[in-house]
């Protein structure tokens, strides 16, 4: 279906970027914004892909993001390490008696780099999550000078969380930060007012609203979806991605 002509944009003199796809905690919506916005930036014409390097207790993320990146990867390349275990990273590791190192999954994502002009990189649990023996999502957003996307539920206690994962951040990387706040499938008393409570803290020009999407990626489809696409139009725009 063709793209209203509001959503366009000219990728002419893009450089290649990272972003990094982290949440206040587990389940918050990452991989659905991930997917959705590799695949907005794909129909639009930008080469782009998504990766989820680490995972445990399934690859189901890792399957939903290569559909999104239209096949651009496989999935190996997608998600290289991966662990039976529904329970941190480097605890599953550790049960298959297998290490992840951060260097390597640095590696990974450079050698990658440089076949596309917006890599999206999703981490697993919260920030501080541990992946493998000497690092966590913190550490790779480093490491990889990537753009941090911070995404959480937009209810009650999620400006703590925020400002929390925010604070967790070193102060350069805090500057380039985003936020998404997720509305939940039932409002509460702070959905409505969490985004301008957070800005009283945090730039709210880097702060943006996604509706609910009942964590299916095909909900976010079509002219249907205009309140999303809006979003994904605005937090693309202000990540220079053309």
């Known amino acids: 279906m063709a793209c209203p002509a509001r959503f366009r944009f000219d990728v002419a003199g893009m450089q290649p970027t990272i972003a990094f796809v982290t949440g206040t905690d587990t389940g918050v919506g990452k991989t659905v914004l991930t ?22 207790g399934g690859r ?21 390490w991966h662990f039976r275990a ?33 890599l999206l ?18 550490d790779l957003i480093t490491s990889l000078r990537a753009t941090p996307i911070i995404v959480g539920p937009n209810q009650l206690g999620a400006v703590n969380q925020f400002l929390l994962t925010l604070e967790a951040l070193p102060r ?34 880097r702060i943006f609203q996604m ?13 249907g979806n205009l309140q999303v696409q809006k979003t994904l139009q605005e937090l693309v725009a202000v990540f220079n991605f053309f």
């Open 121 to 138: 990189v999703e981490g697993a649990g919260g920030l501080l999550s541990p992946l493998g023996d000497d690092f966590d999502s913190r």
């Open 211 to 223: 509706a609910w999407l009942g964590g299916q990626f095909d909900r976010a489809r079509g002219s």
């Open 60 to 80: 189901d993320d890792a399957r939903l993001l290569h559909t999104a990146s239209g096949g651009a990867l496989s999935l190996d390349e997608i998600n290289p």
């Open 86 to 118: 529904p329970v941190a990273p480097l605890l599953a590791a550790r049960r298959e008696r297998k290490r992840v190192k951060r260097s390597q999954v640095v590696a990974h994502v450079r050698a990658l780099q440089g076949r596309f002009e917006v």
């Open 172 to 205: 350069g990387v805090t500057a380039r930060a985003r936020v998404v706040l997720v509305s939940p499938p039932r409002p509460d008393a702070a959905t409505k007012t969490n985004a301008g409570l957070l800005a009283e803290h945090f730039d709210g020009k």
């Open 35 to 56: 997917a959705l916005l590799t695949r907005f930036l794909r129909e639009r014409g930008v080469q782009a892909a998504a990766l989820k390097p680490v995972c445990s």
